[in-house]
């Protein structure tokens, strides 16, 4: 039998973790948050102070993304992340660690060492991944594919909200800068650069709630999936 995939692809702070998991909850789907996936990597290679010597000490840093113990664990505090059993949730939430993802991201072979784990969340009764290249490069089989966006201003804002939430001082200024400089490096990068499938349904989330984008994702969804 065929597994459902339901991907949902975008830029950062576009809302996609927190409707990614408000669908894995809806359709009781699976959960694969993979920009989870290179934060892991990028903070668990920080702590081994691989990050900043990847080209001579690559073989390593593969075999450490192979390796990776992680969880993601759906519960009325929201999704909680494990890496070695140790709670990482907002630890790599932080604007140093999504630094280090997308540096992780930009290598090729740190990336392959990540698909063989990202393809096996896709387990019966089916599964929601959010990323940025789920639908072009991981899940392209998958029946319903999103695209989310949303203006630089208004994701920048959205993260400044966010952290200062979790009680850290921030300056729009920086996190505006920071969102800039990793889209276009996402954009740019030759692997399984950022963009929409081209049989995405893509949606603008600027101006919208999160509920509305939801509604408007969730009446899509159960179209593609019936057909």
Known sequence: MTVKIIT??????????????????????????????????????????????????????????????????VGEQGTQILLDNENVTNTIRTEVVGELASKVAAIPELRQALVARQNAFAQEPGLVADGRDMATAIFPQAQAKIYLTASAESRAQRRVN???????????????????????????????PLK???????????????????????????????N
């Open 196 to 226: 929409p499938a081209s049989d995405a349904y893509i949606i603008d989330s600027s101006e919208l709630s999160i509920d509305e984008v939801f509604e408007l994702m969730t009446t899509y969804i159960d179209q593609q999936l019936v």
């Open 162 to 192: 966010q952290l200062q939430a979790m009680g850290l001082d921030v300056k729009i200024s920086d996190i505006l800068a920071n969102i800039e400089a990793r889209d276009k490096r996402d954009m740019e990068r030759v692997v399984a």
């Open 8 to 73: 949902i692809d975008g830029p950062s702070g576009s809302g996609k973790g927190t409707l990614a998991a408000k669908l894995a909850e809806r359709y009781q789907f699976h959960l694969l948050d993979s920009g989870a996936l290179y934060r892991i990597l990028g903070l668990s290679l920080s702590k081994k102070n691989l990050i900043e010597s990847l080209d001579s000490q690559l073989e390593k840093a593969v075999d450490i993304a192979i390796n990776l113990d992680i969880k993601f664990v």
